[in-house]
């Protein structure tokens, strides 16, 4: 007796190559401008300088980020913090509004993906081209094709791997060190991987990467509601089906024919006449390639459309949708996006550019010099956070006779910060024995308006 197939249960599905088809319309032409405009940013402003620097540079090996002229420290990583904050708001607000648009025209992973499909239309031609040439056996051709292919795709991802890295090492010398075949170890590990994320991502998972990899589009649906907008079919209109000769002898056919043209052009594969998916990221490649098709059968466009689920179920007109953008979900994130930054852009303005450090001399408590004086010792950390030297004049009060022994005048360069030691002297007689509490200013020659305070302890021995 034959003993029993063992069952095999599979926990993931292989994957199902796809091939969009190129689609032309309103919102591919959309989608590549937010390509041209983002890739602009991306690969141009490394290369923009102000105050002798690049308008953008993390860098880290001196813990200074540098932001359009705008010198941001350590302590002043609350800004960055501030700035995720703004930018996830934003999204959230976008989201609520217009669903998955971020997604489907802004996404790196949907600007690179559309990037590179367009270098594999280059080399392998259309839709049915590219499949026809997978299906063959290998061949000269078919090698010469794919070589290329990838080859145009390495140098993008490449390129795309040293613009990234020339926002943390300044783009010119780093362009000059691989000129001169002189890259750093880091700097080389770093062009590489991104560069392979970016080959990887865009060439090979594509949709991959938006269906199991991004968390957005698992948490997308606790920022929707039925006034949100998605692309949606309009299965009242559509339904039911029926190809162009068939709807010839059955007048009660529903506009759509059939076509499967927005599956075709679907970057992930699905068929949006199925209803709203998780996998659906908003690119209404869709919505171009169906009005293309209602125009060639004479059918009125909008069969695939950007809609909300209560203009569907209760057909409103685009104004009264546009009247019901404004619920309380949009206007509560539109007013912690608005307070955020308003508060962001208010501290940046009023945040004093100098910053101030005092360390007392541990090795030294107070001691006593000549004349019955007390001396206590510190060390001053200097923070010119400003695109401009500055001379500083050092201060102390606190006490009636505390005076600074020392050379009170202070050179600090640009965006530097420099330790200044500092001898403060009282007369005997002052003060009282232990502790007592003094402040040291910091105030620029030049610019009475600039100038900082940080108390300290002066220790009067008992």
């Not at 913090?81 to 930018?87: Q, R, Y």
């Not at 992930?268 to 125009?295: F, K, P, S, W």
């Amino acid at each position: 007796m034959n003993a029993p197939k063992e069952a095999v249960v599979r926990l993931y599905a292989a994957r199902e190559e796809i091939y969009p088809r190129e689609v032309k319309g309103r919102y591919a032409s959309l989608r590549w401008a937010c390509v041209w405009l983002t890739q602009l940013l991306f690969y141009g402003l490394p290369w923009f300088e102000m105050h002798g620097r690049q308008v953008v540079l993390f860098d880290l090996a001196s813990r200074k980020f540098y932001l359009f002229g705008l010198v941001l420290w350590p302590q002043d990583f609350i800004y960055l913090a501030a700035l995720l904050i703004l930018c996830a708001y934003g999204l959230f607000l976008v989201t609520a509004v217009a669903g998955r648009v971020w997604c489907g025209f802004a996404c790196p992973q949907t600007v690179y993906t559309e990037i590179f499909l367009w270098i594999e239309r280059k080399f392998e031609g259309a839709r049915s081209a590219r499949i026809r040439l997978d299906r063959q056996p290998w061949t000269f051709e078919k090698i010469a094709r794919k070589g290329g292919k990838h080859a145009a795709w390495g140098l993008v991802a490449l390129w795309t791997g040293f613009t990234f890295v020339g926002y943390f090492t300044p783009v010119r010398e780093l362009s000059f060190d691989l000129a001169s075949f002189g890259l750093g170890p880091w700097e080389s590990f770093w062009v590489a991987f991104y560069g392979l994320a970016t080959y990887g991502n865009a060439g090979w998972l594509r949709e991959q990467v938006c269906k199991y990899m991004c968390p957005y589009a698992r948490f997308q649906s606790a920022m929707f509601d039925k006034d949100t907008l998605i692309v949606t079919y309009d299965a009242a209109r559509g339904e039911p089906r029926g190809s162009a000769h068939a709807r010839m002898g059955t007048p009660n056919t529903g506009d759509c024919i059939d076509c499967s043209m927005c599956v075709q052009v679907c970057p992930t594969g699905i068929d949006i006449r199925q209803g709203l998916q998780y996998e659906c990221i908003g690119c209404a490649a869709c919505v171009d390639a169906c009005n293309g098709v209602m125009d060639k059968v004479s059918r009125p466009r909008g069969l695939i459309r950007y809609a909300t689920e209560n203009a569907l179920a209760a057909k409103l007109s685009p104004s009264q949708v546009r009247r019901r953008v404004l619920r309380p979900r949009v206007l509560i994130y539109t007013a912690v996006l608005a307070i955020l930054g308003t508060a962001m852009v208010a501290s940046l303005a009023l945040r004093n550019p100098l910053k101030l450090d005092v360390i007392r001399d541990r090795g030294s408590m107070g001691r006593e010099v000549e004349d019955g004086m007390i001396e206590n010792v510190y060390r001053l950390q200097v923070m010119n956070t400003t695109e401009e030297a500055q001379s500083l004049r050092i201060t102390v009060d606190g006490i009636a006779s505390a005076k600074v022994a020392d050379e009170d005048l202070v050179e600090i360069d640009a965006a530097t910060t420099r330790a200044v030691p500092v001898r403060v002297r009282i007369a005997g007689g002052d003060g009282h024995p232990g502790s007592n509490r003094i402040a040291f200013t910091l105030a620029s020659t030049d610019n009475a308006a600039l100038r900082v305070t940080e108390e300290a302890a002066f220790i009067v021995p008992k």
